[in-house]
Nanobody
Framework: QVQLVESGGGLVQAGGSLRLSCVVS????????MGWYRQAPGKQRDLVAQ???????YYADSVKGRFTISRDNAVSTVYLHMNSLKPEDTAVYYC??????????WGKGTLVTVSS
């Protein structure tokens, strides 16, 4: 059973930085990608950044140049480094693990609030 636990959310002023962490427990066999999604109130959940086991990354246009996804296999953790935060980045951020066969696992989310 795969479990994901996020941390690192909080309140920050516009222009500030936060680092989100996602600790992964369980098998990584057949893991396709790890990612961060976010969902603002009244909006759908959108992909923010993704990283594959080979290290390839993807970023949504809205965060390119500001956010960086990384991983530390030694501690089974995926990070999202967020810089130059904007009020529109305010959302609940969810960690996702995608496995072959379209199996998705989700964390419970961590709230990021950016004040103007």
């Amino acid at each position: 059973q795969v479990q994901l636990v996020e941390s690192g959310g909080g309140l920050v002023q516009a222009g500030g930085s936060l680092r989100l962490s996602c600790v992964v427990s369980g098998s990584v066999f057949r893991l396709v990608a790890m990612g961060w999604y976010r969902q603002a109130p009244g909006k759908q959940r959108d992909l923010v950044a993704q990283i594959t086991p080979a290290g390839s990354t993807y970023y949504a246009d809205s965060v390119k140049g500001r956010f960086t996804i990384s991983r530390d296999n030694a501690v089974s953790t995926v990070y999202l480094h967020m810089n130059s935060l904007k009020p529109e980045d305010t959302a609940v951020y969810y960690c996702n693990a995608r496995y072959s066969g379209a199996a998705d696992y989700w964390g419970k989310g961590t709230l990021v609030t950016v004040s103007s």
